[in-house]
């Protein structure tokens, strides 16, 4: 068990200091085209894999990583150099999270190396959970998936949208549901294979920002997988299912012990998330630091004004402390500590609307230039808006937190 430090050791040092220079030197400078092209950057993926930054090895190392800061440090740092470009990079690992969530050590091995590729021949993943009417509400979700005993086969259909990597991703996880009835606790997760029929990429999203991650919708239309793409095993989903059925006919034995599990499952991926923001944050904190030191109106630099200084000043506070946020709720996750006040997700509420914040202060600083394709500010403005939206909205972060602080089943 790992001491809390705020103190990275030499390795986590290292770690940073290798990604801060791929991000510097790779990641910043493609930044512009790929977000004007609108496109996935292929050859930066490429790039990535072949120094190791894209791999199955190199994020379960740092997810391993005993103090639980392995996987902040790495999203910081390559979201520094752009979010866009990072999202195109650590997409797969969406997917990979959820076979290493839900897959056995089999279908683990089977899988989540396939989902990377390999250095000559990358390829990425892609997870699709949300639907058009089951965004916030995952209970909802209208993708079936029907067992066909005689074929030991899955048949799924419905249409899924807003999936990162959908549709040029070779290995798709569907989230579909078995028994409608029983809503979140009816549903499971399954692998669709590479080239497996049926399956098609629908509309692709012209997006606001993060436009070098792909997102589109997916088609799901009588696709069949075989048993063993279930994820867990039909056992286990078996067993499962006849555990909600006695729930829902008045038996309430295990059902807080299932929430919990479900709960602390997306608590411990939060944090990822916010240290994504933090990047971007930190980055346009540093652009416009530079800038107003180098600036001058009035016969002197900006920051000599304290109206700009204060704000400069507040942008760092509110980095360092979101920083802090989602250190502390890594370190629970990869210690086991409960999180009695939904931790992780007060650290990705806290870093999403903390990045949306700094980097609308930094265009502000910047003033006419901050506005302009000439400068990457307005880029990490626009890039920062998702992290309000994905990965449960603000609201549905402070929904959870309300929750998990008072007991009470707020709406
Ligand atoms: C770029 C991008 C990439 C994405 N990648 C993926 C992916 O890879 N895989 C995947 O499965 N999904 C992905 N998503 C989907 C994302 O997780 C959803 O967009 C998000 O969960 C919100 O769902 P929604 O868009 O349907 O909004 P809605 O759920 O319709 O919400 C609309 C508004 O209502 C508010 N609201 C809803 N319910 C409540 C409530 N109970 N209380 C208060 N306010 C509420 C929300 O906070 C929001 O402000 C992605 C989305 C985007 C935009």
């Known amino acids: 068990m790992s001491t809390f430090s705020l103190d990275p050791g030499p390795d986590q040092i290292a ?31 490429q790039e990535a894999a072949k120094v190791g930054i894209y791999s ?66 990358v390829k990425v993943a892609a997870f699709c959970s949300s639907e058009p009417d089951a965004g916030s509400d995952v209970s909802a979700l209208r993708t079936r998936a029907v067992y066909d005993e005689a074929k030991d086969e899955w048949v799924l259909n419905g249409t899924k949208t807003w999936a990162t990597n959908g549709g040029i991703a070779d290995v798709h996880v569907v989230v579909a549901t078995v028994d409608p009835a029983l809503g979140a606790r009816g549903q499971a997760s399954f692998v669709v294979p590479p080239n497996t029929p049926g399956l098609s990429q629908g509309q692709k999203f012209k997006k606001h920002g993060i436009r070098a991650s792909h997102t589109a919708e997916v088609v799901i239309d009588g696709v069949r997988v075989p048993g063993h793409c279930l994820l867990g095993g039909k056992e286990k989903l078996d067993e499962r299912l006849a555990r909600a059925r006695e729930r829902a006919a008045g038996g309430a034995s295990g059902s807080a012990k299932g929430k919990n599990a479900a709960m602390a499952t997306f608590e411990a991926s939060r944090p990822a998330v916010g240290a994504q923001a933090i990047g971007i944050a930190r980055a346009a904190y540093e652009v416009a630091l530079d800038y107003a030191k180098t600036r001058v109106q009035f016969g002197r630099p900006i920051i000599d004004n304290q109206g700009v200084a204060f704000q400069l000043a507040d942008m760092k506070t509110r980095i360092d402390a979101a920083r802090l946020l989602v250190w502390r709720a890594s370190w629970m996750a990869a210690t086991n500590k409960p999180f009695t006040s939904a931790e992780g997700s007060m650290s990705k509420l806290y870093a999403g609307e903390t990045a949306k914040w700094v980097t609308s202060q930094a265009m502000q600083i910047l003033g006419g230039n901050g506005f302009t394709r000439e400068y990457p500010v307005e880029r990490m403005h626009r890039d920062s808006a998702i992290y309000t939206i994905f990965e449960g909205t603000s609201e549905i972060q402070r929904l959870v937190i309300s929750r998990a602080i008072s007991g009470m089943p707020i709406r």
Do not use: K
Not at 20 to 37: C, L
Not at 90 to 112: F, P, S, Y
């Open 15 to 45: 770690v940073r200091d290798w990604l801060h220079g791929f991000a510097a030197d790779v990641i910043r400078p493609a930044a512009a085209e790929w977000d004007e092209r609108e496109e996935t950057p292929w050859p930066i993926i």
């Open 56 to 121: 199955l090895d190199f994020y379960a190392q740092q997810y391993f990583d005993p103090s639980g800061v392995g996987i902040p440090i790495a999203m910081e740092e390559l979201f520094w150099g752009d979010a866009g470009i990072g999202l195109s990079i650590v997409g797969t690992t969406l997917a990979a999270v959820a076979v290493l969530a839900n897959g056995t050590e089999e279908q683990i091995g089977t899988w989540a190396p396939q989902m990377f590729g390999t250095p000559d021949d």
